[in-house]
């Protein structure tokens, strides 16, 4: 199972960025979907989910802010990221929760895209 994000960049206080990651590989059914993020010296934390029937959840700090979707024809998630502040400046990972037989309940995570931004 591979994962590719792209869509991180530097932007500015109040600016926006797309977050995307495309998951392939042995791996037909996708039961979660989800963004972390980790800031230098800190944990990796959750940033939002999104399950199979699309329920999302989110964290705190950006809620109303960031709004987390699938394409599930595409095995695809994405993270509409608005109004940017710079405690957003992380990399960001894409995780997945398997639902294929073939590996259920694993998860997989993508190699992370720095979202910079500038104050």
């Known amino acids: 199972v591979q994962l590719q994000a792209c869509g991180g960049g530097v932007v500015q206080t109040g600016g926006l960025r797309r977050l995307s990651c495309a998951a392939s590989g042995d791996i037909d059914i996708i039961k979660d979907m989800g963004w972390y993020r980790q800031a230098p010296g800190k944990e990796r934390r959750l940033v939002a989910v999104?399950?199979?029937?699309?329920?999302?959840r989110y964290a705190e700090s950006v809620k109303g802010r960031f709004t987390i979707s699938r394409d599930a024809t595409k095995n695809t998630v994405h993270l509409q990221m608005n109004n940017l502040k710079p405690e957003d400046t992380a990399v960001y990972y894409c995780n997945v929760l398997s639902g294929d037989p073939r590996n259920y309940g694993m998860d997989y995570w993508g190699k992370g895209t720095q979202v910079t931004v500038s104050s």
């Open positions: 999104i399950d199979l029937g699309g329920t999302t």
